[in-house]
């Protein structure tokens, strides 16, 4: 097996991504279209898009790092306009794209075009959380697009299938697909449901760091097979088991959280980078497959879909925000008040992802009765100018039609003044604590100047927000807090330094350098955490 075609294509997006982070180009952007130029860049192999690959190996554990960063509490507080979007406006897109279709391409069958519209459906959940989070819009809106591209997978997939069964000839009907609907959701709900708190339980009571965080790797694909052998979704039992465990993982072990963020940091960036770049490199295969029609004609077709998906969210979004609003008075007195710019932005980062090419890869080559798919080239020809298209244009124009409308953006200093009172009420208690403790002279003996050590990490920790909020030093442009992280790693690096010169001059063997180093740098750790702000 040749594995160099994989480390070519892991490290090329790597490094890709790591060039988007220094330009004002959202990541998924640059990628996209660097695979495009590497697709005809000779010598580099064909990267056919295999489903059975992309989604139960890749698409699990993107969902589970995105519904672990999730919140359950902002999820559930938005929980009508998430489920408008990823099952109403899925199953809506779904129709009009179908619609729209058969009615533009002569000769395309209502249920292949049926199955283009549930392709289509669904926003990308990489893609959304990627942009959104680059962009800082409003948490509302972050929120309900998290919770919108989190869901709305099931939802085309189950689409998907009764589409696909009626244009291979199985036959479907209105009940079968929803019947279909009701137990994939339903089952996939179930299956998280059932997994959620055992598997809580087994990593609050391993002890071992290591053996926690292979478990925390396992998850995903666990929760994603057990759902699909019972054919339920997949993606809702990721999604449903991620999200509780991101909502209870203050009872895991310290140590399991730090091992966890960085191992799922580490994953989800690979991922991400070799998913877009491998939606790029589709472009010479689907242009190769086209068969009878032409690339200008194809393009037509492409256009006439890519304005349909566009108008289609649209006309689901802003009836979506206004009209519960103008007959349920229970809604406008729970949720806050909204103009039409945040419809306006909901409306335009719909963009398409890797599941919309996954999902279209696997439409079978012959119907039922052994004749060809109808118009699979073009549908897969179809689905890659959609997800490109949508990237491209609503990724690169998203954050200037955002600036032009002016959103509120996040009240740093706000958030900054709650974190401080939050912080202060912590430490409160924790100095209460302290002083019960210490009052056990007999079990908790301990020499003054490590009582005073441990009231001073507990003032320092109370200062550090509140001195965010103070004012900063005309001279060096650092607040009190940067100046305090500053020195701190100064002279931790100062220590490191003679642990390292000790080493080589073999006063201390690697063993004892790795011990004195991790020490060190979870202490530089903490100095940089504290007062960390949210980049």
Same mark, same amino acid.
């Not at 594995?3 to 982070?21: D, F, S």
């Not at 952007?29 to 005809?40: D, T």
């Not at 990489?126 to 680059?134: C, L, N, P």
């Not at 740093?412 to 209460?432: C, F, I, K």
């Given at each position: ?77 938005? *929980?009508? #306009?998430? !489920?408008? $979007?990823?099952? @109403?406006? +899925?199953?809506?897109?779904?129709? &009009? %794209?179908?619609?729209? /279709? ?5 000769? *395309?069958? #209502?249920? !292949?075009? $049926?199955?283009? @519209?549930? +392709?289509?459906?669904?926003?990308? &959940? %990489?893609?959304?959380? /990627? ?5 800082? *819009? ?15 997978? &099931?939802?085309?997939?189950? /689409? ?376």
């Amino acid at each position: 097996m040749d594995v160099m075609p994989l480390l070519t294509l892991i490290a090329g997006g790597a490094a890709v991504a790591g060039v988007a982070r220094r330009t004002p180009v959202p990541a998924p952007l640059l990628l996209v279209a660097a695979g495009l130029v590497a697709s005809y860049v000779p010598g580099v192999p064909d990267y056919t898009l295999d489903p059975h690959i992309v989604l139960p190996l890749v698409l699990p554990p993107l969902l589970h790092t995105a519904a672990l960063e999730s919140s359950y509490l902002d999820l559930r507080a938005n *929980l009508r #306009p998430v !489920a408008l $979007l990823s099952v @109403g406006y +899925v199953l809506f897109a779904t129709l &009009a %794209v179908g619609y729209v /279709a058969s009615r533009a391409v002569p000769g *395309l069958p #209502p249920a !292949a075009a $049926l199955v283009l @519209g549930a +392709v289509v459906a669904p926003p990308d &959940a %990489v893609a959304a959380t /990627a942009i959104a989070r680059r962009l800082g *819009l409003p948490s509302r809106i972050t929120t309900i697009l998290q919770g919108e591209s989190l869901v709305n997978d &099931a939802t085309a997939i189950t /689409a998907y299938k009764v589409a696909l069964a009626a244009a291979v000839g199985i036959g479907a009907t209105w009940a079968d697909g929803i019947r279909e609907f009701v137990l994939a959701s339903v089952g996939g709900v179930g299956v998280g449901l059932i997994l959620m708190v055992p598997i809580h339980w087994l990593r609050t009571h391993l002890r071992d760091p290591l053996l926690q965080n292979t478990l925390s790797l396992l998850i995903p694909f666990v929760a994603y097979a057990a759902a699909e052998q019972l054919h339920a979704s997949g993606v809702l039992a990721v999604v449903v088991v991620a999200l509780y465990l991101g909502h209870r993982s203050w009872q895991v072990d310290f140590a399991t959280r730090l091992q966890e963020a960085a191992v799922w940091k580490v994953v989800s960036f690979l991922l991400e980078s070799a998913v877009f770049a491998l939606i790029g490199l589709q472009l010479r295969i689907v242009l190769r497959d086209l068969g009878a029609y032409g690339v200008g004609e194809a393009l037509g077709y492409a256009a006439v879909v890519f304005a349909a998906v566009v108008v289609a969210r649209y006309v689901w979004v802003f009836p979506g925000t206004f009209v519960p609003r103008m007959l349920f008075p229970r809604i406008r007195e729970r949720e806050p008040d909204t103009d039409w710019k945040a419809p306006m932005v909901v409306g335009w980062a719909g963009m398409r992802g890797v599941v919309s090419l996954a999902i279209a890869f696997s439409i079978p080559v012959t119907a039922d009765d052994g004749s060809p798919f109808p118009a699979r080239s073009l549908i897969l020809f179809l689905t890659f100018t959609t997800v490109i298209g949508t990237l491209v244009v609503q990724g690169l124009t998203l954050p200037p039609l955002i600036r032009r409308l002016r959103l509120p953006a996040r009240d740093v200093g706000a958030e900054t003044l709650v974190e401080a009172q939050a912080q202060s009420e912590a430490s409160a208690a924790a100095e209460r604590r302290l002083a019960e403790l210490l009052a056990d002279g007999e079990r908790n003996a301990l020499p003054q100047p490590l009582a005073e050590r441990l009231r001073a990490v507990l003032e320092r920790r109370r200062n550090a927000v509140w001195e965010r909020l103070g004012a900063v030093d005309e001279r060096t442009g650092e607040s009190v807090d940067d100046t305090y992280r500053r020195l701190a790693r100064e002279v931790i690096g100062a220590e490191r330094e003679v642990f390292v010169a000790l080493r080589d001059a073999r006063r201390i063997d690697d063993e004892m350098l790795r011990t004195l180093l991790r020490r060190l740098d979870l202490e530089e750790a903490a100095a940089y955490r504290e007062g960390e702000t949210e980049g």
